[in-house]
């Protein structure tokens, strides 16, 4: 039968495959991380670039971060947003896990998680998800991710201050957007994303605190641990519980009446351990 159907099939269609060119209203954009190796204290280390794509004028705007986090994937964002002073009416995503879960609602659409579907309602976009294993529905940003990654990070960059590096780099990435445009001929790419900022909202001037607390007791040797690492606190709390603050890059860490006992810089390999 599967060979009848084959056959049949190949009578009725071109048995070559056909790419058909996507339409791209003005006024939505497309996120993906990708892999980067930067410079840090001396050390070369693996980090990632989140970027945010705008298919319809092709503007681009990336930010580097430690980890794939729904953290870093806030922050990153939010950046963004505060920066262009505008936030897309839709954003294209992968079925990251940061975003959604492995769960479908009633019409089988992927469902976001708590976090991330509070932070889209804060700032007032809708989070659209892409199949599985189907990157060409978002190439804009997939081609946009290589794109950054040749032209920004060869060689690998010199990062002693992340957020001075990252404010930096959304400069960098207006002026790239002063080249000519691929296929609209005449325009620059940013003469197009001046035109597409009138369909966007504006930024909301309340910032998102994406911030999530945790609680921990404090082990014999003055430590918490959290996500497979170790951070150290004041040795009179040993024994008692404390307050952790998860963020993009810090981990802060507060008494029960949430006062700062101490912060750290957040650690991402497993049984790493920050005094």
Request: hydrophobic residues 35%.
């Amino acid at each position: 039968m599967r060979r009848l159907v084959k056959e049949e099939r190949e009578k009725l269609y071109n048995a070559a495959p056909c790419h058909l060119m996507l339409n791209h209203p003005g006024g939505e954009a497309q996120v993906d991380f990708g892999e980067i190796y930067i410079l840090e204290q001396g050390v070369m280390k693996k980090a990632h670039e989140l970027v945010l794509s705008f298919p319809h004028s092709n503007a681009g705007f990336c930010q580097v971060t430690r980890s794939e986090t729904m953290e870093a994937l806030c922050e990153g964002l939010s950046s963004i947003f505060y920066y262009t002073g505008v936030v897309p009416n839709k954003i294209w995503f992968d079925q990251m896990a940061t975003a959604c879960i492995r769960k479908k609602d009633e019409q089988g659409r992927p469902v976001l998680t708590e976090g991330f579907s509070r932070f889209a309602l804060h700032y007032g976009f809708e989070a659209i998800f892409c199949n599985p294993n189907s990157g060409h529905e978002k190439g804009n940003v997939e081609k946009k991710v290589g794109y950054f990654r040749d032209n920004l990070f060869i060689p690998e960059p010199i990062i002693n201050d992340l957020k001075a590096y990252n404010e930096e780099l959304l400069t960098r990435c207006t002026r790239d957007n002063s080249r000519p445009h691929y296929l609209k001929t005449g325009y620059t790419i940013e003469t197009l994303f001046q035109k597409e900022i009138i369909l966007m909202s504006a930024v909301t001037k309340v910032p998102y605190d994406y911030g999530k607390f945790e609680k921990r007791r404090v082990n014999k040797q003055g430590y918490i641990c959290y996500d497979g690492c170790h951070y150290s606190v004041s040795p009179k709390y040993v024994a008692s519980y404390v307050w952790i603050k998860i963020l993009a890059n810090e981990l802060i860490i507060q008494d029960h009446e949430h006062r700062l006992i101490t912060s750290h810089q957040r650690l991402f390999e497993k049984e790493k351990r920050s005094t």
